[in-house]
Each structure stands twice: as structure tokens, then as C-alpha cells.
């Protein structure tokens, strides 16, 4: 079963940047990152895969990047950054690598890291 570590979270104005890193403990062909905030159902934010595609929550377009290191490494950068992105921040990994971004398309789950994002 493959483990999945976030980093990288933080405190930051209305903005500013941070960039999110999620570390697999196996080679991966495809990776997401979701959020939640407290009360507000699990959504998701960008996934990557094979050969580079994309895929982007229309919420985070032209702000936030996804982009790969290498099979194990993703990272998320995040940029303009708004107090509604506040949220715990997840990576996640699909049996399938689905071609989409719900929560019940992904399978595996790292355990978070906390954005905040203050005005």
C-alpha cells in the first residue's frame, strides 16, 4: 500500500505563495491534491500524470501549479493565494489514475497539512 507524506503547509497573507510538497512511498503514475475546509465537504484542487498532463479545480486556475520532481515527488505551488483557499490540504493516489477529481475516484490519502491564509 503506498504512503503518502505532505509538507509544506503554513501561515500566509492574501497573496502570497506557498508551495506544497507530497512525497509517495512507491513510483507513481498519476497524483492529486484535494483540500478541506472545516464544515465544507472534501474537493478537489489539481492532479498530474503520466507524460505531464494536468488537470485543474476551476476554483484554483492560473494560481495554483502542479508539477512532478520525479515518480515520487508532487508538488503544488500555490500563488495569489485567498483567505477561501484555507484548508487542510491532501494528496491522494487513484487505482485508476482517474480522470477526474472526486474524492471517491482516489483511493489512497496522505494525512494533510494545514494552509491558512489570513486577510
Known amino acids: 500500500q503506498v504512503h503518502l507524506v505532505e509538507s509544506g503547509g503554513g501561515s500566509v497573507q492574501a497573496g502570497g505563495s506557498l508551495t506544497l510538497t507530497c512525497l509517495a512511498s512507491?513510483?507513481?503514475?498519476?497524483l492529486a491534491w484535494f483540500r478541506q475546509a472545516p464544515g465544507n465537504e472534501r474537493e478537489g484542487v489539481a492532479a498530474?500524470?503520466?507524460?505531464?498532463?494536468t488537470l485543474y479545480a476551476d476554483s484554483v486556475k492560473g494560481r495554483f501549479i502542479i508539477s512532478q520532481r520525479n515518480a515520487n515527488t508532487v508538488y503544488l505551488q500555490m500563488n495569489s493565494l485567498k483567505p477561501e483557499d484555507t484548508a487542510s490540504y491532501y494528496c491522494?493516489?487513484?487505482?485508476?489514475?482517474?480522470?477526474?477529481?472526486?474524492?471517491?475516484?482516489?483511493?489512497?490519502w496522505g494525512q494533510g497539512t494545514q494552509v491558512t491564509v489570513s486577510s
Open positions: 498530474i500524470y503520466l507524460y505531464g498532463s
Open positions: 491522494a493516489k487513484s487505482y485508476s489514475c482517474a480522470k477526474d477529481l472526486l474524492p471517491g475516484s482516489w483511493h489512497y
Open positions: 512507491e513510483t507513481t503514475t498519476c
